[in-house]
């Protein structure tokens, strides 16, 4: 992962309550010494406090510029106040903070290193990680860790403190997260959801000074019970990212339809390949095995994770390639592919033809282009709009398009014919507006069948598939 670089951080503190401590936390908040290079913005969140706080929130913006504050109309928890102040934060980076003082603000330094340095997308700050600790509560602090070991077991992590406040993030990776949870479930939720994400995630000892119920904690046993709840309902969620990312998770639970997908274009490929929109490389893995490859894509975490699992391999590369952008598609000459390979991506590109134009622009004569689309907008639904797709192609659609670019088609057919039902059924009919893992597993069970269906099945499918190449100069003009 490139060391990135930072420029603000956001500290979010919910507070219901907290006319007592509120205004020596901010205080603490703004003396604490931040890396290098980092200014700071402070979002307050009044979650319908009924004493004094809104009014100590009111002083502190009006002394500060770089405070703001906001009121909810009435008390939700302290998970609606974190998403409150999650969607108005604007920093590069995001620390929570509690208003109670029991976290010390010295060691936000600690807390951002790994992802100042590019190793981490988020940090925990664990209460149990070898630092001098005020001794509370035996039921709490047993209550806690059981909870942090479920929350390991379901989500394979190996976390010492699930529960701590204080949490460390990069801001786009947690403003791109659906949260939904309004109490204390926030905490298992966004554990959750950062490793269906595979968020680089890492934990730092941090300073602790808990408070007693008698001075105010706000935790309890009920709190408790319900949070082994989320921990269960959010490891299974389907809403954890954005429906498109979802969807090529499911698929990864695929490598047999996977590999019908390579299967159906591979005589087609040559020993030098491209491919656009390489995602999360479901079908990159196989690629690569043909000789110099390129994977591209619009997302940096997306080519940070290729570069992570394949890097190593001296003829693999990333890069990255916006499809709506012109001059990135001169980055190609220079790689001088003899295929460019597109699998269920020009669909989300509203100017297609640009697409094509620029490809013909750029590749050597004789490269080969292979694209899969989804096929008959008889069958669009609202998962296509979902997942960002801005059609499905009609018959001869996207040949005439190849061939207005310039290039000669070479064939065309129909791919995943039986799946035309089970589109049907479970987005027509159903209405789903995603796609599940446990459904791309059965999907992943019945796909030799299905690939048999494929050539008896006397109908359209549910992609279509065409092949075309750039023509040579010399014979073009020699015809004319």
């Not at 299974?236 to 979802?246: E, L, Q, T, V």
């Not at 490929?269 to 690629?287: F, Q, Y």
């Not at 020009?346 to 989804?374: G, T, Y």
């Not at 797709?389 to 290039?407: D, I, N, P, S, V």
Request: aromatic share 10%.
């Amino acid at each position: 992962m490139n060391k990135p670089r930072f420029g603000k951080l956001s500290i979010l503190i919910p507070v219901y309550n907290e006319q007592a401590t509120l205004a020596r936390c901010v205080t603490r908040v703004l003396e604490a010494a931040l890396p290098q290079g980092l200014t700071r913005e402070i979002l307050i969140v009044d979650d319908g406090s009924t004493d004094q706080t809104w009014h100590v929130c009111e002083r502190l913006a009006m002394d500060r510029t770089d405070v703001r504050v906001f009121k909810q109309a009435n008390n939700q928890g302290k998970g609606a106040a974190l998403r409150r102040a999650i969607r108005e934060s604007t920093g590069d980076l995001v620390i929570f903070q509690d208003a109670d003082l029991e976290y010390d603000p010295s060691d936000y330094g600690r807390l951002l290193r790994p992802i100042l340095d590019g190793r981490a997308d988020a940090v925990y700050g664990s209460r149990f990680a070898g630092e001098e600790r005020k001794v509370l509560y035996f039921w709490h602090t047993a209550g806690n860790r059981l909870l942090t070991l479920l929350a390991n077991m379901l989500n394979d992590t190996n976390l010492s403190d699930m529960e701590t406040c204080y949490k460390a993030f990069v801001g786009e990776k947690l403003r791109s997260i659906p949260l939904v949870s309004n109490r204390f479930g926030i905490e298992p939720e966004i554990t959750a959801k950062i490793a269906r994400n595979r968020l680089n995630l890492y934990e730092v000892p941090i300073q602790y000074n808990g408070r007693t119920y008698e001075e105010g904690k706000k935790i309890g046993w009920k709190d408790g019970l319900a949070a082994l709840w989320f921990i269960v309902r959010f490891r299974f969620s389907s809403n954890y990212a954005d429906p498109g990312k979802i969807a090529l998770d499911a698929l990864e639970q695929a490598p047999r339809f996977n590999r019908w997908m390579y299967d159906s274009i591979r005589p087609h490929l040559g020993s030098r390949i491209v491919e656009l929109g390489a995602g999360r490389g479901n079908l990159s893995r196989l690629l690569k095995l043909h000789g110099p490859f390129l994977a591209t894509d619009y997302r940096a975490d997306y080519l940070d994770e290729l570069e992570d699992r394949w890097g190593h391999n001296d003829a693999f590369r990333v890069a990255t390639l916006d499809m709506t952008r012109s001059e990135e598609f001169e980055q190609l000459r220079g790689f001088a592919p003899d295929t460019v390979v597109c699998m269920n991506v020009l669909e989300h590109i509203e100017d297609d033809q640009a697409v094509l134009n620029h490809l013909h622009r750029v590749l050597p004569d004789q490269a080969r282009v292979v694209f899969l689309v989804p096929f008959n907008p008889k069958l669009t639904s609202e998962f296509d709009w979902q997942i960002g797709h801005f059609r499905r192609y009609q018959t001869g659609e996207l040949e005439e398009k190849m061939t207005r670019a310039g290039f000669d088609v070479e064939r065309q057919f129909y791919f995943n014919k039986a799946g035309v039902f089970a589109w049907w059924f479970g987005n027509r009919l159903c209405r789903q507006r995603t796609i599940t893992s446990w459904q791309l597993r059965i999907y992943n069970a019945l796909t030799p069948v299905f690939r048999l269906l494929d050539h008896f099945l006397p109908m359209k499918g549910l992609s279509t598939i065409v092949v075309a190449r750039k023509p040579n100069v010399i014979h073009l003009r020699q015809a004319a």
